[in-house]
């Protein structure tokens, strides 16, 4: 006998969007009880509003209108409480592919649950793949999955902090009927030992495993809700799809037929419940940490990308100039310049892409309990490590080429000025590639940005083409500007008395090159706020055409 408790309710839930300046329902007034225990799999044809309801349910979005009650608290209310008692599995896997299936759970656990013992992660491992049977990949990489092992592993992963309710957008979609038959088996099972399993579904076939079938018309109309033994009959057809033909002409008449027989249950608030125990922040980032240094590992093409690229940069820097180059002001002017451009170059190619990749994967964690400030924090450990060993790599590979070096000492030494500067101008880019990252749509978007990046810095820092009025003006807010004169001021390229922009740029004295770095510092704090800001907008928060029109049509 299922447990009489109702682990979600829905009163009078709206969704109106704007299309083409117009509203549109894409939800009707829906008004839903669900058991705890209970297997729902919601059906409907194409543009129904299945997905919109499983992302409110979620809490990804919330209504225009109306109340979501889960165990009789509020969802949007009570939104901290239930990061990580709801398990979302969308229609795509959000998995880090270069991670074996054992490591992405121990980072998903470690982010989810606070103060957890190495036994105590072993035992709830080994019972999520055990119950999912997927212990004979534990040790292989996401990416070398089978499409059904995926959709089990993402499954496997919400299991980790033992929720009570399960909501799985189109989980069988794609698989095999043989796959899709052994998931379908799998959630009922789940579902059997109390937790409460809601689904979408695209096909007919295993329903039967559910306990109720919730069949959606046009505008997001519920048109039926219950058992699947008895959906035949009430439509009065002799095959399930026949119900999408009905539907598609009449989805008023099921819809008021659906009102009319439904019971509606009061919601009994719960009031005293057990406060999340988050997991601590510095938990959090030490783990995303790891989890990035594993994925890199087992990546090792870009690992050797990241780790070879400077030493690269720096050969061919020694391969193109003579030994006594800095002799020469023209040879010399572009040292400076090729410094600045592999410095700008490889904060810019470690991060651009670094947000967008990682977007959906983003949201999903922070719905689930992580901390934005961890993720954050971990990004900027993460590149100010690998900006430091850059600088030291590619600076260091062409200073013990130069001979003579650079006299004169302005602030410690020159080899150290030089690779506090190569950094500097390294990690504020890496900010600006963050930056860039946050706000573009996908990551091929990148690509045509990266290029026409490196084309303004080298058109508009003074390292090419002399300064016109424009240009000159412009260059204030070129990262390259700074980076070329703090590299040429350091190396006294003022001595072998270079035109334009020199006599106003290279100035010998440490006050000067501690300017530019406080203006190097600067742009790197502002595109980390603004990188902050856009995030939490376009990444953290609800969908914006849900919220435009929220405060014309909300009760």
């Known amino acids: ?49 299945k997905t919109t309801l499983m992302n409110i349910l979620s809490g990804y979005h919330s209504p225009s209108k109306g109340h979501v009650y889960i165990d009789g608290l509020d969802l949007f209310k009570e939104q901290t409480y239930f990061k990580g008692r709801i398990a979302y599995v969308p229609q795509q896997e959000i998995l880090d592919q270069t991670l074996t299936l054992q490591k992405s759970l121990e980072y998903s656990l470690l982010l989810r649950v606070k103060n957890i013992s190495k036994k105590e992660m072993k035992k709830t491992i ?31 992963t919400e299991m ?121 922040f510095f938990t959090q980032v030490s783990t995303l940490v790891k989890r990035y240094v594993s994925s890199l590992i087992n990546n090792k093409f870009m690992l050797i990308l990241l780790l070879g690229q400077a030493i690269l940069m720096g050969l061919l820097i020694c391969l193109a100039t003579e030994k006594n180059c800095l002799l020469n002001p023209v040879t010399a002017s572009m040292i400076c310049a090729a410094f600045t451009l592999a410095a700008v170059w490889l904060g810019l190619f470690n991060t651009i892409q670094e947000i967008v990749k990682e977007k959906d994967m983003l949201k999903k964690e922070y719905m689930s309990g992580l901390k934005f400030t961890s993720y954050i924090v971990s990004k900027m450990i993460i590149f100010s490590v690998l900006c430091l060993y850059q600088s030291i790599t590619c600076v260091s590979v062409v200073y013990f080429h130069l001979s003579p070096r650079p006299e004169e000492v302005l602030i410690t030494n020159t080899l150290l000025d030089l690779i506090i500067n190569f950094f500097l101008v ?15 749509k996908e990551t091929k978007t990148t690509l045509i940005l990266s290029p026409l990046y490196m084309m303004i810095q080298m058109l508009f820092s003074g390292m090419f083409i002399p300064f016109i009025e424009l240009t000159k003006t412009i260059s204030y807010f070129v990262v390259a500007r700074w980076g070329y004169e703090s590299f040429a001021t350091i190396t006294n390229l003022k001595q072998y008395q270079v035109v334009e922009p020199a006599k106003d740029f290279f100035r010998f004295t440490s006050s000067h090159v501690f300017s ?40």
């Not at 019972?127 to 499409?147: D, M, Q």
């Not at 390294?426 to 573009?440: D, Y």
């Not at 914006?544 to 049509?553: D, E, F, H």
Request: hydrophobic share 40%; with cysteine.
């Open 126 to 156: 080994d019972y999520v793949l055990s119950i999912l049977e997927l212990t004979h990949v534990r040790n292989s990489l996401i990416k070398n999955l089978s499409g059904g092992e995926k959709k089990r592993a993402s499954i496997a």
């Open 426 to 440: 390294s990690f504020s880019t890496s900010m600006i590639g963050i930056f860039i990252s946050s706000f573009v």
């Open 516 to 555: 530019i770095w406080g203006i190097l510092i600067f742009i790197f704090v502002i595109f980390l706020g603004a990188s902050i800001v856009i995030i939490r907008t376009n990444i953290l928060k609800q969908d914006r055409n849900y919220l435009k029109i929220k405060g014309n049509v909300r009760n």
């Open 1 to 49: 006998m299922k447990s009489q408790k109702y682990a979600v309710q829905m009163k009078d839930v709206c969704q109106i969007v704007s299309v083409k300046h117009q509203k549109k329902k894409i939800l009707s007034d829906i008004n839903l009880s669900v058991k705890q225990g209970e297997f729902i799999a919601i059906v409907g044809c194409s543009g129904a509003g």
């Open 160 to 280: 980790l902090s033992d929720p009570n309710l399960f909501l799985l957008d189109e989980p069988t979609s794609g698989l095999d009927a043989n796959i899709e038959k052994k998931i379908m088996k799998k959630l009922r099972e789940i579902a059997n030992i109390g937790k409460t399993i809601i689904i979408t579904a695209h096909t007919v076939s295993n329903l039967n495993l559910c306990d109720k079938v919730l069949f959606m018309g046009k505008d997001g109309k519920i048109c039926y809700f219950g058992p699947y033994e008895e959906i035949l009959n009430y439509f009065g057809v002799e095959e399930f799809v026949d119900i999408y033909d009905l539907l598609k002409d009449d989805t008023e008449t099921w819809y008021q037929k659906y009102i009319t027989n439904q019971e509606k249950l009061p919601v009994i608030p719960n009031k005293k419940f057990e406060k999340s125990k988050q997991v601590g």
